[in-house]
């Protein structure tokens, strides 16, 4: 298994900066990718950004292109997201994500705890 504990959160004005931090433990070598989710009040789960294990490929959501970046230390077994620009809209708990291989068929996804962003304007 995997386990994952983040760090980071916090209140911020508009245009303000954040840097969210996702350490993991258990079965490092099985994970494959990891990333970072939000959820807003009365919204479902959405994707913000993923990076690869294997060669570092990112992807990003649209509506964080140019503001949010996403980045690992292996070393640390951690994963970042610096949050850049901030708009209240970006308000909402964020979850960090390890997909990882269980045996040789079948891929599991983990969840942090999850941290609150709050962005004032």
């Known amino acids: 298994q995997v386990q994952l504990v983040e760090s980071g959160g916090g209140l911020v004005q508009f245009g303000g900066s954040l840097r969210l931090s996702c350490t993991a433990s258990?079965?490092?070598?099985?994970?494959?990718?990891m990333g970072w989710y939000r959820q807003a009040p009365g919204k479902q789960r959405e994707l913000v950004a993923q990076?690869?294990?294997?060669?570092?490929?990112?992807n990003y959501a649209d509506p964080v292109k140019g503001r949010f970046t996403i980045s690992r230390d292996n070393a640390k077994n951690t994963v970042y997201l610096q949050m850049n620009s901030l708009k209240p809209e970006d308000t909402a708990v964020y979850y960090c994500?390890?997909?990882?291989?269980?045996?040789?068929?079948?891929?599991?996804?983990?969840w942090g705890q999850g941290t609150q962003v709050t962005v004032s304007s």
């Open positions: 990076i690869s294990s294997n060669n570092g490929s990112t």
């Open positions: 994500n390890a997909d990882y291989h269980k045996g040789s068929t079948t891929t599991v996804r983990s």
């Open positions: 258990g079965s490092i070598a099985s994970i494959y990718a």
